[in-house]
């Protein structure tokens, strides 16, 4: 009738659905939903896509992590080694070179043959002290280098992590609202009724 179609005309007008939406987290408040509810909405949702990029880039950066910590700690036990046969090293010289020392002057002749063997083993002892010194040095660069390595990896994992963190942040802040409107096809009207209450002196007849 005309007076139900004036009231689907007048609903259709002015009355409208206010939700809240995050559109990066793809969530709309419902109907009923307090601004605080979908608030808590959002917050636990950026958390669980926080947690999964986060899952992704650790997943990303394992094996080369692991990797390069495993490269570490050989290198470390490689340099220990080198340590130990440098000491050695280190000993078996003083004890030559003392030993060519004593020799010359306690033996009769100062160039004799024996003092000469043990003066050439004494200079080869050297030499070979020399070379394991370098190899220490060398094992210990060794580390350093694949530290810095593992270093800069975990930096540059730290800083992907951190910037995830920021973007999913700066996504689930960004809360808008939408204002839906009624379609007249959707307005259904069962009945328009008039009803008229009695009232007298201010108060209801009743």
Known sequence: DAWGKKLVDAVFRTQTLE????????????PTE????????????????????????????APKLTALQDRVRRAQ???EVQKNQASESTLGTALSVGSAIF?????????????ISRASTAVKSVGRGMKESADV?????????LRTQLADVQAEFEGETQSV???????SSDISTVELKPK???IQTKAVVLVWAPWASGAKAW
């Open 165 to 171: 963190k920021a973007e999913i942040d700066a996504l």
């Open 19 to 30: 939700l809240r939406r995050c559109t990066a987290l793809k969530l709309v408040s419902l």
């Open 137 to 145: 040095t060398r094992a210990q660069e060794n580390i350093d280098a």
């Open 184 to 186: 007249k096809s959707d």
């Open 34 to 61: 307090s601004q605080g509810e979908f608030a808590a909405r959002v917050a636990f949702g950026a958390h669980e896509l926080r947690d999964e990029r986060v899952d992704k880039l650790r997943a990303r950066y």
């Open 77 to 79: 036990q490689a340099a």
């Open 103 to 115: 020799g010359a002057f306690l033996g009769r002749k100062a160039l004799s043959a024996t003092n």
